[in-house]
């Protein structure tokens, strides 16, 4: 099936497809980008299938990337009205895996990078039922007073940043950890000691950690 969203897709190597994790990448990046973190996670989850769909929208800053929202205009109304635009087209996309893999949100986890993590954070609070689980590195909440008023699911979350991001200040992690907790949102954080925008080894093992115990209670 051709997906919505152009997508790379690392399946297991029985095909026995049990769960999924989607990926979201950050602005200016690609599904082939984010995929690279499933080199080492697909040893570790078997009967999981990989999906790293590419933005919807070209990067202006990047001819050869993608965004999920467009970030040009510092107008928070603006950012706020692409984001809900980007919700939509991801609510169809991942409608699209689980009716093409005969999943339910329960079997889903979603993570993402930066701007795909802050995607990834408001799709757990607004679906109609949770997903297994979320892990966002390096993201946060974008708008906190409209998303409360949105909110219908409270998906379990994992939140891990860098102390030395100088892209998304380390202080959001603490702001979304405590507006989650506030909304009774189970959530996890977990802070990397010398740690820019990227995502170094040990934010991946920690959110490998996690995803399994999770997926596989």
């Not at 990046?29 to 984010?34: E, L, R, V």
């Not at 949770?130 to 994992?158: A, H, P, Q, W, Y």
């Not at 950890?177 to 977990?190: G, S």
């Amino acid at each position: 099936m051709k997906f919505s969203l152009d997508t790379k897709i690392i399946r297991p190597e029985n095909n026995n497809i049990k769960n999924a994790v989607i990926l979201l990448h950050g602005y200016g990046g690609d599904g082939n980008d984010i995929s690279a973190i499933t080199l080492n996670w697909k040893r570790f989850l078997p009967e999981t299938i990989f999906l790293c769909p590419n933005g919807h929208e070209a990067c202006p800053i990047n001819p050869h990337g993608f965004q999920w929202f467009d970030l040009e205009k510092d107008n928070p109304s603006y950012i706020l009205e692409e984001t809900i635009k980007s919700e939509k087209k991801l609510n169809f996309f991942i409608n699209e895996i689980k009716s093409e893999f005969n999943l339910n949100n329960s079997e889903i986890c979603l993570s993402g990078f930066s701007q795909g993590s802050m995607i990834s954070i408001n799709l757990g609070l607004i679906a109609e039922e949770n997903f297994n689980c979320i892990v966002g590195f390096s993201g946060k909440i974008i708008d906190k007073e409209n998303i409360s008023k949105r909110i219908k699911s409270k998906t379990k979350m994992l939140l891990i940043h860098g102390d030395q991001d100088v892209v998304v200040p380390p202080n959001s992690l603490l702001e979304a950890k405590d507006f989650l907790i506030r909304h009774k949102v189970n959530v996890e954080t977990k802070m990397i000691v010398n740690c820019g925008h990227h995502i170094p080894i040990e934010a991946s093992s920690h959110a490998l950690n996690y995803i399994k115990k999770n997926l596989y209670i």
